[in-house]
């Protein structure tokens, strides 16, 4: 498995995945947003970005999108993984924890505070995962659209 920042010719590998995760998560996000999510990940002076997971023989396998933002806690940036997916025919080969610990690596090496995510209560899968790394901190998300 090869993982890498996500490159302007990953996008229909990316999209066809983004597709996948919105369905797991049962929203329709518009086109145009979609265009602005691809966009960001590419700009490299967004604070979103993307990393891609590829088999030997360079079929995607899985995505994370995450945000590198300061916060109040300390004087290192902090980073949110706000999308993890990994594709259903390459689920329990350990995409998703190479995904995780690919971001860890990253962060350590350029100086994060701490990586950071949220989960559906009920997502045993991904829950099982997380809690390899970490077990939840006892916060709870409320979320309000405007």
């Known amino acids: 498995m090869r993982i890498r920042p996500a490159a302007a010719h990953d996008e229909a590998a990316w999209r066809a995945m983004w597709e996948g995760y919105c369905t797991f998560y049962e929203v329709q996000i518009p086109p145009a947003i979609t265009e602005v999510t691809w966009a960001r990940i590419l700009d490299p002076h967004s604070t979103i970005h993307g990393i891609l ?36 025919e390459a689920r ?19 100086g994060w505070g ?29 979320a309000l659209s405007l």
């Open 53 to 88: 997971a590829f088999d030997d023989r360079d079929a995607p396998l899985g995505f994370a999108n995450y945000v590198v933002h300061p916060y109040t806690w300390s004087d290192r940036p902090a980073c949110y993984l706000e999308d993890l997916f990994v594709a259903s």
């Open 114 to 142: 701490r990586l950071y995510w949220t989960t559906r209560e009920d997502n045993a899968t991904a829950r099982r995962l997380y809690d390899r790394f970490c077990r939840p901190d006892g916060f709870i998300r409320y």
């Open 92 to 110: 329990g080969q350990g995409v998703g924890h190479a995904l995780i610990t690919h971001l860890l690596d990253l962060g350590r090496t350029l």
